[in-house]
Structure formats: structure tokens, C-alpha cells
């Protein structure tokens, strides 16, 4: 299990201090990533992992954009897996999703 | 420059944005959320760059570069360093990011991407001698585009030639006569009534036959003479 805590480095740094950028990016990532996870658990629940996979697929970016640079990798693969029909690392992906439930919901 | 994107994800969208208003050569004009959109707008607009997503819903990335006649440099965005090497088959693409992207990096692709375009300034002027850098050949009535670079020889098998390139093989329906004429005297040489092979590519050569990759050529003995002044011998 990975532990590393979702943050803003990655925003901060490239708005250059742009707080409305920030803003609105926060504000995109608190309205798609629930939608995400729902629509990623519903395919997983009807067995059409190819689908779940696209949704980790945009899911990966924004756990890439909240600076969690082992998590990101996780994805990488469990999506890669998913594409095989893999369910390995489906629990240390929804513990990802949760953390970043969490953070969103703090900031 | 005169920019668009091209990313179906908004947070993609909104990053590229923010730091193409950081880049002083940068003229951001447009954003697409789909290729189709940015296709129609292209056919009407001309443009010096664009920031393309790869991974995108029902129409990728690669998809929209093959309908663009004329495509303009192209920086790849994306989230999947896996599609690098499908990435130098096109010579409009100038740099590959991979996402999350940072202002550094963003401006280094750029930069290129600029003297890319002026090298190609320089190199366009002589319009009349512009050369030919690949081939296209109608393969299940598809126009795949052969870079002449890539070939290591072709050779005729009845109404069909086989072009062998590093990656592929292709079968065309065409005569050794006419794909003769299409190819670059400085690269090519016909060493048999049925071969005719890419110089470069040679590995070696032993009496009557060359070696190019593992395939053993014949060379005809009326050939052999331009053959041989084709190399640099000590």
C-alpha cells in the first residue's frame, strides 16, 4: 500500500500564483472526479472492464495533477490490467480514489 | 505562433491554456474538446501548432494527424508514454509531453516547435527542388504513406511488388517500371530485373549478390558496374 497524501504542488507551480486558476481548476476536479468514480464503479459492477479502464484512464491524470507520483503509476498499470480483465490492484486504486475524495472535500 | 488544442479532458484543456499565456511565442486562438470539431475548423483556418491529445473517445489523436492534408507541427499531450515510438512516423510532430506537464517542459517543446519552423522556412524557399521524402501506396484502398527512408527494397513478384521496409512488408499491385520512377535516384538502384534496393541499407556485398538485412539480393552482371560506383571503396 502506498501512503502519500494528495497536495497542491503541481497546481502552485505551474499558476505562477493565478489564485482563479487554481480555482478553477479545483473546481473541474471536484465536479468530473465523482462522476468518474461513479461511472468506473458501475462498469466494473456489470464486468465491462474495458470501460472501467477508460475511466481510470482520465481518472490517472488528475491523480497525477494532485501530486501523488507513486499513485500515478498504480493506475498506469491497474489500468493496463483492467484491459486483461485483471482485478489485482482494484483495492490499492479505490484507496487512491478515496484519498482524493477526502482531499478534495478539505480544500 | 498561431495555436490550438486539442483534449477532450477540461482540466487538460485549462492546464495547456494556462501555460501557453505563460509563453510569450505562444498565440493560443482555439480549443476543441473533440477532433471532429478541430478537423472542420482546420479544413477553414490555418494554424502553426497544435497541441494534440492522443487518447481521446472514438476519434484519436493519430486518427485526426492522418486526415489533415497539410498538417501543421504538432506537440502530443498525453498520458501514456507507450505511444512514443508510433509518434516518429510523423514527421509534423515535434515533441511528445507526457501529462502531468510542467512550464519547463512545456516551454522546451515549444521552442522546438519554433525552430522546427524555421528551419522548414529556410529549407521551402526553392520551391521548384522540393523534395520527396516518402510514397504512397493503395493498400485495401487505403493510401498508407511509405517513408522512402524506411525501405529496404522492393521486389516484383508478377503483377504485384513487395516493398520490405524495416517494419513491414507491403504487397501493391504495380510494376518494378513505375514504382521505379517514383523513387529517389540517390537512395535506389535496380541491381536485378527484380530487385531494386535501397543503398544505404547494404551490409555487404559478395560477387553477384548484396546482403540487406537478412535478405541475400541478386545483382544482375549488367548491373554490377553502377553498383559499384555507387560506393565509396577504398
Given at each position: 500500500m502506498i501512503y502519500e497524501k494528495p497536495n497542491l504542488n503541481y497546481l502552485k507551480e505551474i499558476s505562477g500564483g493565478d489564485l482563479e486558476f487554481e480555482e478553477k481548476l479545483l473546481i473541474i476536479v471536484k465536479k468530473e472526479l465523482p462522476e468518474e468514480i461513479n461511472s468506473y464503479k458501475k462498469f466494473l459492477n456489470e464486468n465491462n472492464f474495458k470501460q472501467a479502464a477508460e475511466l481510470v484512464h482520465k481518472i490517472k491524470h488528475k491523480i497525477s495533477i494532485l501530486g501523488l507520483e507513486k499513485s500515478y503509476q498504480v493506475a498506469i498499470d491497474y489500468e493496463e490490467e483492467l484491459k486483461q480483465d485483471n482485478l489485482n490492484l482494484k483495492l490499492e486504486f479505490e484507496e487512491i480514489l478515496n484519498s482524493m475524495i477526502c482531499f478534495i472535500k478539505m480544500v | 505562433m498561431k495555436s490550438i488544442i486539442i483534449d477532450d479532458e477540461e482540466m487538460a484543456r485549462a492546464i495547456i491554456d494556462k501555460l501557453s499565456s505563460n509563453n510569450k511565442n505562444l498565440n493560443l486562438i482555439e480549443s476543441f474538446s473533440n477532433a471532429i470539431e478541430a478537423i472542420k475548423y482546420l479544413n477553414q483556418n490555418s494554424v502553426d501548432l497544435i497541441f494534440l491529445d492522443i487518447h481521446m473517445p472514438t476519434f484519436t489523436g493519430f486518427d485526426l494527424l492522418q486526415t489533415l492534408k497539410n498538417p501543421p507541427k504538432v506537440i502530443l499531450t498525453t498520458s501514456d508514454k507507450n505511444f512514443a515510438i508510433e509518434a516518429?512516423?510523423?514527421?509534423?510532430?515535434?515533441?511528445?509531453?507526457v501529462k502531468p506537464v510542467t512550464q519547463e517542459r512545456f516551454d522546451k517543446a515549444v521552442q522546438k516547435a519554433t525552430l522546427f519552423s524555421q528551419t522548414n522556412k529556410v529549407e521551402s524557399k526553392p520551391k521548384d527542388t522540393e523534395v520527396i521524402n516518402e510514397l504512397y501506396v493503395n493498400i485495401d484502398r487505403r493510401l498508407v504513406k511509405i517513408n522512402f527512408a524506411t525501405i529496404n527494397l522492393i521486389e516484383a513478384k508478377g503483377d504485384y511488388i513487395l516493398i520490405k521496409t524495416d517494419?513491414?512488408?507491403?504487397?501493391?499491385?504495380?510494376?518494378?517500371?513505375?514504382?521505379?520512377e517514383k523513387l529517389p535516384d540517390d537512395l535506389f538502384l535496380k541491381v536485378h530485373r527484380s530487385f531494386i534496393i535501397n543503398t544505404t541499407k547494404i551490409i555487404d556485398i559478395e560477387d553477384n549478390s548484396v546482403l540487406i538485412g537478412n535478405n541475400v539480393i541478386p545483382v544482375s552482371r549488367s548491373n554490377r558496374p553502377e553498383l559499384m560506383k555507387r560506393l565509396n571503396l577504398l
Open positions: - | 516518429f512516423e510523423y514527421d509534423c510532430i515535434v515533441d511528445y509531453l517494419s513491414k512488408n507491403y504487397t501493391v499491385h504495380s510494376t518494378m517500371k513505375k514504382i521505379e
